[in-house]
């Protein structure tokens, strides 16, 4: 029952004027707006710790499970990448993310550039395999080549450390890790 929804006055009312029959039902359902596509990319090139890694996908399916609905209908895509994308999962489901929990093995260790996982997403969208894409998590030590141009979806860079003097574009959002 959504009770933001539901109007007392009009119940209580129907209550008396009907002698114990409710003018109005309560609403049966609520719409709620969910995510139901985004991306997260892992940097893994040469600077990044495997443990911190999965950790954070770790904590990111916790957070993922606690999101009302989340794991009924998903479409998320977890890219491993350093200066090209190494890996490409998709997840449609939670033992689908529990399976790649426990299977992870990160691949890369090159030097980073940010610039093919935006190209691969875009690509994903182009062939529609994306089509209600909201955003990207970029997990990520923050020394690379960002691309110029803003993306059509939300894009946040969370860095892990602060060694580099990272200078994020200014349509991403960062969060720094400690």
Not at 46 to 56: A, K, L, T, W
Not at 76 to 101: G, M, N, P, S, V
Not at 125 to 132: A, F
Not at 148 to 165: C, G, N, S, V
Request: with cysteine; hydrophobic share 40%.
């Amino acid at each position: 029952i959504n009770d933001d929804e539901f109007d007392y006055i009009f119940y209580t009312y129907g209550l008396q004027l009907y002698e114990k029959m409710p003018l109005i039902e309560p609403l049966e359902y609520k719409e709620i707006k969910a995510i139901k596509e985004f991306v997260i990319a892992i940097d893994t090139s040469g600077s990044v710790r495997g443990d911190v890694v999965q950790s954070f996908i770790q904590h990111t399916h916790d957070i993922l499970l606690q999101q009302e609905n989340f794991f009924t209908k998903i479409n998320l895509h977890i890219l491993q990448c350093d200066d090209r994308i190494r890996e490409d999962a998709r997840i449609t489901c939670k033992e689908e993310f529990d399976h790649y929990l426990q299977t992870m093995e990160l691949k890369g260790f090159g030097r980073t550039d940010f610039r093919p996982v935006f190209a691969h997403v875009n690509e994903l969208i182009r062939t529609k395999e994306l089509t209600d894409l909201r955003g990207l998590l970029y997990f990520t030590d923050g020394d690379g080549i960002f691309p110029m141009e803003k993306p059509p979806y939300d894009t946040a860079f969370i860095l892990y450390q602060t060694d580099y003097d990272t200078q994020v574009p200014a349509w991403a959002i960062s969060l720094i890790l400690t």
